[in-house]
């Protein structure tokens, strides 16, 4: 399992002193994209060659509230959802005391250049490994 970590900065915050819901799709997608290099898939050479990789479903279950200058684990792990949808699964934990704060699943395909969905074979080798 990839984990990334991470630490809540002051502007990610509303009024109220908590992360705002919105920054939490951006700590996922900067772990999803660190996992994804770190399995050598660079979007901009798959977007050179009009493969493009999407979300299509976002799914967060919110658990607690991380606040100013929390450090917290993003960790990823692929399953396949169908057979050319992939599910990120993702879980935000607060390194202090473990706590979960967030949960997401989300689900990415590869276009191909006429824009329909395919296999895509570095994802499937991820969710091999």
């Known amino acids: 399992m990839f984990s990334i970590q991470m630490q809540v900065r002051d502007y990610e915050c509303d009024l109220q002193g908590v992360v705002n819901n919105a920054s939490y799709m951006h700590y996922f997608e900067h772990a999803r994209h660190q996992y994804l290099h ?25 658990k607690a509230s991380l606040r100013p200058n929390d450090e ?7 399953e396949r959802e169908s057979r050319i949808k992939y599910a990120f699964v993702q879980t935000i934990v607060r390194n202090e005391d473990q706590k979960v704060m967030c949960l997401g699943r989300n689900i990415g395909v590869a276009l191909n250049p006429n824009g329909r969905p395919v296999v895509f074979e570095p994802f499937e080798k991820a969710i091999q490994d």
Do not use: K
């Open 38 to 62: 770190s399995l050598g898939i660079n979007f901009a050479d798959y977007t050179a060659q009009q493969i493009h990789l999407m979300l299509v479903r976002a799914e967060l279950d919110f």
């Open 72 to 78: 917290f684990t993003v960790t990823v792990h692929m």
